[in-house]
């Protein structure tokens, strides 16, 4: 099977590497823009977005009505692949570029295009998701966050957790539930909601592998009669479950993390002063996963590419993703001595590898979905 890109998805590779070659500060590595990034950090991927979109490389694969160029998913992907590799310097950009805009794009009213569409084309603009709760993780359709109706505007109360980014974002993509009397998967609804509303407190949350100390760490979101007009509301109110399933299709294989351990894993096999059977065994496997996992990513690009809708392929790659990380974590532990050097590009690798499994969906969940959409076994309750 031939894996070679495009020539003109390899000259783009080859730009964008050369372009991070030149820009990128001295001090920024693959681990500057993971769980302990903090102030220094988030300026500088605050102002490398608009540099990006100027040279073309941070929507390349929208429309141009839309600030794009009408490049294809291979190269928005491959693009996606070296920016991850190198410590992901667009920041929280990746999510209004792979998954907010996009929806945005099928769902929104003109308006909304016009703002939401050029702010993040631009780079100016900055979305952080509002989905789990406390009580609705890995069952998101039991949410109960609402946002009632009046008149003009929605009210909304209840409680948002393990939210990325509340603290430097614009705005919040937020799935609530705008019908109270619906349960399950009716009656949910999403909100453009901005974070400077009254009403809305943002709490960090402590935790043992460091997230909550930078910028972008994990927070809880708590609405005490937030008032938002109506004009917040992408797509049909009370259908907004449709828009999240969308949106989440594409964030399953939003961030190729293999590509970070891919380079990890090479760097600490071409340093070694030796390399014993044990190691080329374990290194070996660690690096078959990534490449498994690229295989497997690439493979809902290309569905994506031909405008196939998206299936549960997405869900297969996204956990072969998860295990491809925690091999390649499993790998650094057993022979890298930077692993136990608290924030070497290393450690953070390790500990970016805990939480893989839950964050854009558990493992769990993803397994019980493969297994009733591809193998039509019972659905997990």
Known sequence: ????????????????????????????????NTLTAGKEHYRFCRTFGPALAERGYLTPHWPKAYGGRDAGSWELFALTEILFARGEPRGQQYMGVNWVGPAIMRYGTNAQKDYFLNGIANGLLQFCQGFSEPDAGSDLAALSTRAIRDDDQYVINGQKTWTSYALTADYC?????????????????ILLMPM???????????NVIGVAG????????????????????????????????????????????????????????????TVSDD??????????????????????????????????????????TVWAEQDAADALLDFSPDAFRMDSVADEAVRASLPAGHAAGSIEVNLGLIAHRLLALPKVR
């Open 279 to 320: 190691m080329a065994s374990t290194v070996g496997q660690a690096m078959a996963a990534c490449l498994a996992a690229r295989s497997l990513n690439y493979r809902v690009v290309d569905a994506r590419a031909k405008s196939v809708p998206p299936g549960p392929e997405g869900n297969v790659a996204r956990l072969a």
């Open 214 to 273: 930078g910028e972008h760490g994990f927070c809880e979101l708590f609405f005490d009669d937030v008032r938002v007009p109506d004009s917040s509301l992408l797509g049909t109110e009370n259908d907004g479950w449709k828009v999240a399933l969308d949106a989440l299709a594409f964030e399953r294989i939003g961030l190729p993390r293999y590509a970070r351990g891919l380079r990890l894993l090479n760097a600490l096999y071409d340093n070694a002063d």
């Open 1 to 32: 099977m031939e894996f070679d890109w495009p020539p003109e998805v390899d000259s783009l590779r080859a730009e964008v590497s050369d372009f991070l070659d030149h820009n990128l500060p001295a001090w920024w590595n693959l681990s500057s």
């Open 173 to 189: 993509f937020l799935l609530v539930r705008t019908d109270p009397q619906s349960t399950g998967r009716a009656g949910l609804s």
């Open 196 to 206: 400077d509303v009254a009403g809305l407190s943002i709490r960090p949350i402590p």
